[in-house]
């Protein structure tokens, strides 16, 4: 009795936490941008837009990615106007990632998640962060 009550906290606490989301009628999961990315296998980081120093604002940029029930990237939507040069920063990137595919039930679903990756300026050109990546080695 006891095996099974940890495991429904097991799988309920994070319900509740808000990590992630039972499938919607479309059948997609959407998760917080923590668990999403650890179950990234493959994906590079987007980079600072070279010569765009100046045009280039500090700060976050939100995307929302879709991910197939394989694991592939499908979308990737980018929330306000970063500039031309970060979307296509953003986008290409993104679109390269892949993920394990996400059971539920034992049945793979398309997963969504709304992630932040933060772009900033320095002496020598510019940085990308990407909270929850900063030990990622593919």
């Known amino acids: 009795m006891q095996v099974a009550t940890l495991l429904v906290w097991a799988l309920v606490l994070p319900l509740i936490q808000g990590q992630w989301l039972p499938p919607g009628a479309d059948g997609t999961i959407r998760f917080s941008q923590e668990v999403f990315l650890k179950a990234l296998l493959v994906g590079p980081v ?15 940029v939100a ?3 879709r991910v197939r029930a394989q694991g592939d990237v499908s979308s990737v939507s980018i ?6 040069d970060v979307t296509e920063s953003i986008e290409k990137a993104l679109l390269k990632w892949r993920f394990r595919p996400t059971l539920f039930r034992g049945i793979a679903h398309p997963v969504v998640c709304r992630i932040l990756i933060y772009f900033r300026r320095g002496p020598h050109g510019g940085e990308v962060l990407v909270p929850g990546l900063e030990d990622y080695r593919p």
């Open 46 to 60: 987007p980079v600072y837009p070279a010569g765009s120093k100046r045009d280039t604002k500090d700060g976050p």
């Open 79 to 84: 929330e306000g106007q970063p500039g031309a």
């Open 63 to 65: 995307a929302t990615i």
